[in-house]
């Protein structure tokens, strides 16, 4: 893909390019993440995406899935880009391939993330998504200022597991199945990774 006159695409987080992500991390966030979770990055798969311009990484996404309070819900825990790169739709293409792969998998109950209490600009970036603030965690972040945290949260359809409980609960009749209620749920909750929150 082309935006602003330069080459954008996204990769996997391997062994090989994983420090970039760290280097990444420290630049644009102000919260340092451990050791567990670069580990748990490796093991992502698709939830974990460096963004290239022009060859170079100059932003990364990070997710993973909550299953708390009998929900599957999906957590983004970074999603970042390098100051200089921003408003060049990277943030939009690491947010959409986030939001497809929800899409295809059919079975989360919504998608949440944490933004410092200030970060008007990521707040408007995400709420132009279908996201909005549900809840404000106070003292949420360590060691900066404001510690407050927005918990923003996009309720999704769940295509695939609505399908498989009308199925048990509502019997085919003579090959057609029966309508049965519409899920929507919209919880969240206070997961342990800090997420700044810049976006773009």
Known sequence: MTLGGGRTALG???THNIKQLKKLNSVVFPVSYNDKFYKD???AGELARLAYYNDVVVGGVCCRIDLSEGQRRLYIMTLGCLAPYRRLGIGRLMLDHVLQY???DGSFDSIFLHVQVNNESAISFYQKFGFS???TKPAYYKRIEP?????LLRAEQKTLRKTNEEQVNHPTVNG???NGPTT????HHNPHQHYNGRAK
């Open 12 to 14: 996997e987080v391997t």
């Open 41 to 43: 990055v490796l093991q």
């Open 102 to 104: 929800v899409e295809k």
């Open 133 to 135: 603030i549900v809840e």
């Open 147 to 151: 510690a407050d945290a927005h918990v």
């Open 176 to 178: 057609t199945m029966s």
């Open 184 to 187: 929507n749920n919209s919880n």
